[in-house]
């Protein structure tokens, strides 16, 4: 199976799918640590792709996403962006509106939150 197919059943198969370096119980960079916490505390079910494990996937999803970063997080297939995206989307709330039209659950008031703690 070539890298591209990995990742688009990758991205079909799961709700919320985390490109990053580690793993979202051992983040290997803090690019990728800060996307992960922000799922893990906001108590997103997400699958996880270490891109350092697999040279085909590292640069693949790059390729994929036409996006020269990792991390990088898709939602029901489409790619949503990389850490500054994610963080923006986090703090001004559109990531609680995508995350609800897309049928994800999650914490709301664990987002009120990272909210309050940032603003």
């Known amino acids: 199976m070539t890298a591209e197919n990995q990742i688009k059943d990758t991205v079909t198969q799961n709700d919320v799918v985390l490109f990053m370096k580690g793993t979202k119980t051992m983040p290997q960079c803090g690019f990728s640590s800060r996307v ?7 108590g997103i079910e997400f699958q996880d792709v270490n ?9 693949g999803i790059k390729d994929y996403s036409d996006w020269p970063t990792i991390p ?11 850490c500054d995206i994610i963080t923006e989307m986090t703090l001004s709330g ?20 990272i909210r309050e703690a940032n603003g």
């Open 72 to 82: 990088q997080l898709y939602v029901k297939g489409e790619f949503v962006g990389g």
């Open 36 to 42: 992960a916490g922000v799922l893990n505390f906001m």
């Open 51 to 59: 891109v350092l494990a697999d040279d085909g996937i590292r640069q």
């Open 94 to 113: 559109e990531l609680d509106t995508l995350l609800s039209d897309k049928g994800i659950s999650f914490d709301k008031d664990a987002a009120e939150k």
